[in-house]
């Protein structure tokens, strides 16, 4: 195993190892003597004390102790058990049936499922709502989430609400590993790709999907950073060479202050690119866009990232498992900081539908076909969850004002002296008292009746099907 750079958010007990295995040359004398007191605690513990500690509980509590001293969250160190399950994490790998799970009025229920997943294969929709794990109700996504994950091979059952109809459906979970880039066309030559990891494979899967878009035809890309909390600094580096022709991507900062660029050269692209961005973007995801940003490559669309802007070495150890542990500090081409600060959107939107409607905008896009249900929305074929985009309330369907500004390319501000919200596009203003019926202001969040929308913006066409309702906007509108 070779040591390799990462940044990544991590969520994993902090154990520390000895950085003793491979160091050359004796320690000074007081390491020593240090050295042998401890030894002396830990054998005086386990030889007196009432609860006969073992010697790996104490080995255990004193790395533990020396990890909390360094007040670090990313340094740990990883039993080989821990290791493996890291692993798979920062690959997207898990053991389960192959599902999404969302919550809306107190019901869990599946927003997409994994193609050729054993959900997939059981029978299991998108849709459908998940009413009991192994004869037991669920009522939190993660009460699901933990009753449907399991080891490799074993079965589950699930309960699932369909139409008005109970199924029981039984599924074997196994080993799946999510795509860490999924893409299509959006319409209007926009393309969209969505980077979840910086995996050790997405590099070509990048490559690949954007070859497959340009091939078909685009003038401008989306590419989706959001909820990507990282990977290896080699792969953003790989991702990078598609958009910056040769520059620092990053300055690596080392405890002595030494600054080591890391470098990139590639081809650029002809056209403009949009990243989507929001506070779960982090550490090597936010390496990525900080550079792309710093050289006018493309804008940053969403919400202000994490803010982990230290990158860590995984050592292995003699004696087994894994040190994890930060060396280095990383600042963006123009010697921005981002550690506890993180990257500033070019466009602000909160929402993600809402993100995904402006983003599409600012690549130039302009028609769009949106449907709603069940709180996901899809654009030009794109899927996000977002409960509050459209809703119903006393048979009349309202619009998010934000992701109708999103939507529409309006701006939308509220006058507090006059009580209104006004939207305006296109040199014309929608104004809605907060007494006016066609508005509705619940926790300070404004929504619209889509028939004001309809009429204001005649390009804007919509009908519900059921409980679904659909938009389209074409290029005039």
Do not use: C
Not at 211 to 220: C, H, K, P, T
Not at 310 to 317: D, G, R, S
Request: zero cysteines; charged letters at 20%.
């Amino acid at each position: 195993m070779r040591r390799r750079l990462i940044t990544r958010l991590a969520a994993w007990p902090l154990i520390l190892a000895l950085l003793l295995s491979g160091a050359a040359g004796g320690a000074p004398a007081a390491h020593a003597e240090t050295a042998k007191q401890l030894e002396e605690v830990r054998q005086l513990l386990e030889r007196y004390h009432l609860s006969r500690p073992d010697e790996s509980a104490l080995n255990r509590s004193a790395i533990e102790g020396m990890i909390r001293a360094l007040d670090d969250p990313y340094t740990e160190y990883m039993s080989p058990e821990e290791w493996e399950a890291y692993q798979k994490d920062l690959e997207q790998e898990y053991v389960g049936i192959g599902v999404y799970l969302s919550i809306q009025n107190q019901a869990v229920f599946v927003t997409d499922v994994i193609p050729d997943s054993p959900a997939e294969k059981a029978g299991i929709r998108a849709g459908d709502t998940i009413l009991e794990v192994d004869g037991e109700a669920v009522r939190t996504t993660d009460e699901a989430r933990n009753r449907l994950l399991g080891k490799a091979g074993t079965s589950v059952t699930v309960k699932v609400l369909r139409d008005g109809r109970e199924l029981t459906v039984r599924v074997t979970r196994q080993l799946i590993r999510l795509a860490s880039v999924n893409g299509q066309p959006m319409g209007d030559g926009v393309g969209y790709l969505a980077l979840t990891g910086f995996t050790s494979d997405a590099p070509t899967l990048f490559a690949e999907r954007l070859r497959q878009l340009e091939d078909g035809g685009i003038n401008a890309l989306i590419v989706d950073l959001r909820n990507n909390g990282g990977g290896y600094i080699e792969a953003a580096q790989k991702i990078a060479s598609h958009f910056i022709e040769e520059g620092v991507l990053a300055h690596m900062i080392n405890r002595d202050g030494v600054d080591t660029p890391l470098t990139v050269s590639g081809t650029p692209r002809s056209y403009p690119v949009v990243l989507l961005v929001n506070e779960v973007t982090a550490s090597a995801a936010e390496l990525f866009a900080g550079a792309l940003q710093d050289y006018g490559v493309a804008r940053l669309v969403g919400r202000p990232t994490y803010g982990k802007g230290v990158t860590q070495l995984l050592i292995p150890l003699s004696g087994g498992g894994v040190l994890k542990v930060t060396t280095q500090e990383y600042l963006t081409p123009n010697n921005r900081r981002v550690e506890g600060v993180g990257l500033a959107p070019d466009i602000p939107v909160q929402g993600s539908a809402s993100q995904l409607a402006a983003a599409f905008r600012a690549a130039g896009g302009k028609t769009m076909q949106i449907s709603f249900s069940q709180g996901n929305v899809t654009i030009n074929g794109v899927r996000m969850r977002q409960s509050n985009a459209i809703y119903n309330r006393n048979g009349t369907w309202f619009v998010n004002g934000h992701f109708a500004a999103a939507v529409l390319g309006a701006g939308i501000g509220y006058d507090a002296a006059l009580r209104m919200v006004n939207l305006t596009r296109d040199g014309r203003t929608l104004s809605l008292r907060t007494d006016d019926e066609r508005l509705h202001v619940q926790n300070g969040i404004s929504a619209i009746d889509i028939r004001a929308l309809a009429e204001w913006v005649p390009g804007l066409r919509w009908n519900v099907e059921g409980n679904t309702v659909k938009l389209t906007l074409t290029a005039a509108g």
